[in-house]
């Protein structure tokens, strides 16, 4: 057992005989009391745990629930412990077992239907967590919670109208989540209507999705493509360059698709204007330029010259790679170049997922835009 997991279960362990106490004999009534008081059971349950028989101390204290019906916070508790642990099907067999009390007090009851929709949500069985939490959401006291797993499941489902359904109704009982999530709901509606063709409807979605939050580089993003079907190149770059400007984490994967839209021509200008607008800000926004020039092929451009040498003659790790010698070096960057063709490239700054691609959405932990550029941290 690890000390974590040895950590987490001594806390249950004070949580179960603390709820025991409790139970038996109500808080400041006869204390202390000695554990040879407790039920034998219970010790045996706890021996269970500590041993790492986990179903056979399930099993012992749900049996003994039957017998005491005080300690039904402390089986909350165990049970909110093994979602967390991602051990649904035991949290589900214990807020089941509560629900199948018919002594159960109705808030206790209302508690355990939102419990039981959360390790339904956990399992991924949406439409069982959606059906419970709409039905907790008529609850005063859980609406708040229940509102707001709601829109979780919206979310997994790809219903964004919902989404922002419950996320008005979070805002109505001022217990919304920021803006932006929002926004992004509104951005994935208008993504949808581009799909559709509805560039009109996208574009109404797009402003009102900016009403919420701004700057929304994702939102200029997606206006940049609509004015690239109608055939405005210009306002497409216009669009892709703020997005750029909002976002420098986008280079990556924009760049190419910026140098496309202005045409062989005007790519030096335009680099050269990148390069003006990263150095006005930091080092590393000049870092991320030149990592995304290079990952895009654009070695050799004239532009970047002096600012691929910039940055990997100062920079902490990428200097000892640095020889000072044109012929070398232009063979390092061609190196790292394909190393980078290669390499996990965005980084969920919540939860640490990487991966290749860039998302809005984290896949793993369903943060809104929290992905960073990942390969420029790992050589800083
Ligand atoms: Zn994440």
């Known amino acids: 057992m690890t000390e974590l997991s040895l950590l987490t279960w001594a806390l249950v362990v004070a949580a179960l005989v603390l709820g025991i106490l409790a139970g038996h004999f109500g808080w400041g009534k006869r204390w202390p009391v000695s554990l040879k008081q407790l039920h034998p059971d219970y010790l045996t349950g706890l021996d269970y745990l500590v041993t790492e028989q986990p179903d056979r101390a399930l099993d012992m204290f749900l049996k003994l629930m039957d017998a005491n019906a005080d300690t039904i916070e402390t089986h909350f508790a165990l049970g909110s412990l093994y979602r967390r642990r991602g051990e649904v099907e035991r949290a589900i067999r214990i807020h089941q077992n509560l629900l199948a009390r018919a002594t159960l007090a109705p808030e206790h009851r209302e508690q355990a239907l939102l419990a039981l929709a959360q390790d339904y949500l956990r399992a991924g069985l949406l439409d069982r967590a959606e059906g419970l939490f709409q039905q907790v959401s008529e609850v005063p006291r859980l609406r708040a919670s229940a509102l707001d797993a709601l829109r979780l499941v919206y979310e997994r489902q790809h219903d964004w109208q919902q989404a922002l359904g419950a996320f008005r109704h979070l805002q109505h009982i001022k217990a919304a989540p920021p803006l932006k999530v929002a926004a992004h709901y509104l951005c994935e509606l208008a993504a949808l209507a581009m799909e559709r063709g509805d560039a009109m409807g996208a574009r109404q979605l797009l402003r009102e999705a900016r009403a919420q939050s701004s700057p929304l580089p994702r939102a200029a993003l997606l206006r940049a493509q609509i004015a690239q ?73 004239p532009p970047l010259r002096a600012s691929i040498e910039r940055v990997f003659s100062q920079d902490a790790t990428l200097k000892a790679v640095w020889r000072a010698d044109p012929v070398q070096d232009a063979h390092t960057v061609h190196e790292i170049g394909a190393l980078l063709a290669n390499a996990e490239k965005y980084r969920c700054i919540e939860c640490g997922f990487s991966g290749r691609n860039f998302y809005w959405h984290c896949p793993a932990c369903h943060a809104w835009a929290s992905f960073e550029a990942y390969a420029i941290v790992k050589l800083r």
């Open 229 to 301: 079907t109608e055939a405005q190149p210009q306002l497409a770059v216009r669009l892709l360059r703020q997005a750029l400007t909002e976002a420098p984490e986008l280079l990556q994967e924009e760049l190419p698709h910026l140098l496309e839209l202005v045409g062989p021509q005007a790519r030096d200008l335009v680099l050269v204007e990148l390069v003006a607008q990263a150095e006005s800000r930091d080092i590393g926004e000049l870092k991320r330029l030149v990592f995304a020039a290079i990952a895009a092929g654009l070695v050799d451009a």
